[in-house]
């Protein structure tokens, strides 16, 4: 898997100052996307043990509230298997932060319904997600006014709450 940045200090993509990377890879060519040059699988670096660790070590301090996955797209099937394990260490070192995850594909629709890559693989990043922003980014429907997604079509999910009810549970703004 290539990842295009990881910025270690962003305050755009979740709430508070979060570390974040961006992955290589998609598959969806949303219209307008701020991030095309990352459809490409094969743009940027490749993301290796060294850059899991930048990560870890940036997330150290207590200022900083989370981490959040972008692209490209996480969930295309040839990232989740550079991802999962990832996310799991993420997890296991610093429980008390959050991952945020952005995902062009449907939470029910693609992602819990098992269509996208492997379904284990899917579940266990799922696991270590705390929100997930779904759905493509829609050009027509862009609102500039909305917090942390681009589109009005796009949706702030709470994970591991939507599972245990079998329902989304929608974010509303606190801090997670």
Same mark, same amino acid.
């Given at each position: 898997?290539?990842?295009? /940045?990881?910025?270690?200090?962003? !305050?755009?993509?979740?709430?508070?100052?979060? *570390?974040?990377?961006? !992955?290589?890879?998609? /598959?969806?060519?949303?219209?307008?996307?701020?991030?095309?040059? /990352?459809?490409?699988?094969?743009?940027?670096?490749?993301? /290796?043990?060294?850059?899991?660790?930048?990560?870890?070590?940036?997330?150290?301090?207590?200022?900083?509230?989370?981490?959040?996955?972008?692209?490209?797209?996480?969930?295309?099937?040839?990232?989740?298997?550079?991802?999962?394990?990832?996310?799991?260490?993420?997890?296991?070192?610093?429980?008390?932060?959050?991952?945020?995850?952005?995902?062009?594909?449907?939470?029910?629709?693609?992602?819990?319904?098992?269509?996208?890559?492997?379904?284990?693989?899917?579940?266990?990043?799922?696991?270590?997600?705390?929100?997930?922003?779904?759905?493509?980014?829609?050009?027509?429907?862009?609102?500039?006014?909305?917090?942390?997604?681009?589109?009005?079509?796009?949706?702030?999910?709470? !994970?591991?709450?939507?599972?245990?009810?079998?329902?989304? *549970?929608?974010?509303?703004?606190?801090? *997670?």
């Amino acid at each position: 898997m290539n990842f295009a /940045t990881i910025k270690t200090h962003d !305050v755009a993509n979740g709430p508070g100052v979060r *570390v974040s990377l961006f !992955v290589s890879g998609c /598959t969806h060519h949303c219209k307008g996307c701020f991030n095309s040059e /990352t459809w490409d699988f094969a743009y940027g670096e490749p993301f /290796t043990k060294e850059q899991e660790d930048k990560i870890l070590e940036a997330l150290a301090p207590s200022f900083i509230k989370g981490f959040s996955l972008l692209g490209g797209e996480p969930f295309e099937p040839e990232n989740q298997k550079g991802l999962y394990e990832f996310l799991e260490r993420i997890k296991k070192a610093y429980p008390e932060k959050t991952i945020w995850c952005y995902s062009g594909y449907d939470f029910e629709a693609d992602l819990l319904a098992g269509k996208i890559g492997d379904w284990a693989i899917t579940k266990r990043m799922l696991g270590c997600i705390d929100v997930i922003v779904d759905g493509e980014f829609v050009e027509e429907l862009k609102n500039p006014g909305l917090r942390f997604k681009g589109s009005e079509n796009q949706r702030i999910i709470k !994970v591991r709450e939507s599972m245990e009810k079998d329902e989304v *549970v929608l974010w509303d703004n606190e801090e *997670v």
